[in-house]
């Protein structure tokens, strides 16, 4: 169940399926079983049920738990933010099937519970939460333990953000498909632990809707991973190259490389300005080192057609000349290679000052991919003069309208990093640990990527395998992990993928 879905795609995948003949009433019922389901796994018949209920079909998931969970021996008390008159449809028909006593929904009223449902808004969330809806959220994150009914009441569903306050889920029974607001932050952290259940949408629906946001996990990428095969060799495998800054800057370019060569990278050169030659040769065992000063030197190395990847930016040093020379990385003559191109830290916040001419850049050279690895700080730095793009409010959607613009994928990275394609294929990573926020961990990023570009992925897919295994390293590791750490912490992450991908494992 790697797609992930929008308010509007989740709203089309029932109507899809009602209007292919299951009755909405079915699609509720089936909810409420569900939800009824996870709150009798986490206590004991005869327990108070507090369900906190909405005037939608949110709060008809609520009154169909609540009438199951009383047919099984709990007690649940419904308690109901609006008017009982106002329910319509399907919500209308779980309140009457229901037929037991309603309340008005106050903070009193959860006193006693063992267990909350939180049945109020779901997804079908669009502005801040007021009035007695955020008395009621307020009370039920400090009353227990709440399972939330498809997302924790007050949480966007397409962007994960908290509209004003938002429900502490202990549990999320979700349905069909996870939403955007699962998987973004601050979104995920509301969810607790998410349980997807099957209410009789048919997974055929999604040939309909064509969903193109993703949770990235190696099902995404695994077909164009590139499993080394018994018959090759080190130059079937490519040659990275990562661009070096001046000699007190060579630590993240060493970072890069190192990270390059153990994703997989055939060859590994650093292209070094004669002032840290030394200490770039004398750093690096595996990884050659060539001289390089200023965009002719550059140009000179990059003739050789058989160094497929680069990348450039890792301590490179902000200014006119890493621009120049990043400009030269992506021209396109004549003679020129379709390497793969990431663009990361220095040689993005060079650009800042004109943006346009580095998209220029980038465009001028496709089909060849350009792939940039921005933090927030970088990614503000180029977009932020861009209205289309800073002022809305996903991190989904700025980095696809990032990679639209630029024409490059765009890897936005953090605890949620988002990676979009140009075509708004989208995937958004979810197994960083918070230990992987040290300096240098992007470094190491980009010299992934990199490694897995030389070795023929195509750009998306490097991308969200990279960061995907970026991820990995930082948990086999663990707490006190330095940037250093993350390339050794490799083998035994493609010892694990490689093994479940043989056995099929990962299809």
Not at 26 to 55: F, I, K, N, S, Y
Not at 439 to 464: H, K, R, Y
Request: charged share 20%; proline share 5%; hydrophobic share 50%.
């Amino acid at each position: 169940m790697l797609e992930l879905l929008s308010n509007a795609e989740m709203a089309e995948a029932d109507r899809l399926t009602i209007t292919g003949g299951t009755p909405g009433f079915d699609l509720m019922q089936r909810a409420g079983e569900a939800v009824a389901q996870a709150v009798m796994a986490a206590c004991p018949p005869g327990a108070q049920v507090a369900v906190v209920a909405g005037a939608g079909n949110n709060g008809g998931d609520g009154f169909v738990a609540a009438r199951l969970l009383r047919d099984r021996n709990y007690r649940p008390r419904v308690l109901l933010v609006g008017e009982a008159s106002k329910l319509k449809g399907d919500a209308a028909q779980a309140r009457a099937l229901w037929g037991g006593a309603i309340a008005p929904a106050t903070p009193e009223g959860l006193a006693g519970a063992k267990m909350i449902v939180d049945a109020l808004f779901g997804t079908g969330l669009a502005r801040p939460v007021e009035g007695r809806a955020r008395v009621m959220i307020d009370a039920m994150n400090n009353a227990g333990r709440v399972v939330a009914v498809d997302l924790p009441s007050g949480i966007s569903g397409d962007t994960g953000e908290v509209l004003g306050t938002a429900v502490r889920a202990h549990k999320t029974v979700t349905f069909f498909r996870r939403k955007f607001g699962h998987v973004l932050l601050p979104g995920r952290s509301h969810c607790g632990d998410i349980r997807v259940a099957d209410i009789g949408i048919r997974s055929g629906v999604l040939a309909r809707i064509a969903p193109q946001t993703f949770a990235n996990a190696p099902l995404l990428w695994h077909r164009q991973f590139p499993v080394p095969r018994l018959d090759g060799h080190k130059y079937s495998r490519g040659h990275a190259v990562v661009v070096s800054g001046e000699a007190s800057f060579t630590g993240a370019a060493r970072l890069a490389a190192r990270g390059a060569l153990r994703a997989g990278a055939g060859l590994v050169t650093i292209a070094s300005p004669h002032d840290a030659l030394a200490i770039n040769a004398t750093s690096n065992l595996a990884v050659m080192v060539r001289a390089a000063d200023g965009v002719g030197e550059l140009a000179t190395l990059l003739a050789d057609r058989r160094l497929n990847a680069l990348a450039i930016g890792p301590g490179r040093g902000v200014g006119a000349q890493t621009r120049d020379m990043t400009l030269a990385v992506l021209d396109r003559g004549p003679d020129s290679v379709e390497r793969t191109v990431v663009v990361d830290a220095d040689a993005l916040t060079s650009f800042a000052e004109d943006p346009a001419q580095l998209f220029l850049g980038i465009k001028a050279r496709a089909p060849a991919m350009t792939i940039l690895t921005p933090h927030a700080g970088e990614f503000a730095r180029l977009f932020g003069s861009l209205p289309d793009i800073v002022d809305v409010h996903s991190k989904l959607e700025q980095a696809r309208r990032a990679a639209a613009l630029s024409g490059a994928v765009i890897v936005l990275k953090g605890a949620d990093t988002v990676i979009a394609a140009p075509d708004r294929r989208a995937a958004i990573n979810e197994n960083a640990p918070p230990w992987l926020a040290t300096a240098g961990s992007g470094d190491v990023l980009a010299g992934v990527i990199t490694g897995l570009a030389a070795q023929g992925m195509p750009g998306f897919e490097a991308a969200c395998a990279g960061v995907w295994l970026h991820g990995e390293a930082a948990q086999e590791f663990g707490p006190g992990l330095i940037s250093e750490d993350l390339p050794d912490a490799l083998p035994a992450v493609y010892r694990r993928l490689l093994a479940k991908l043989g056995s099929g494992a990962a299809r």
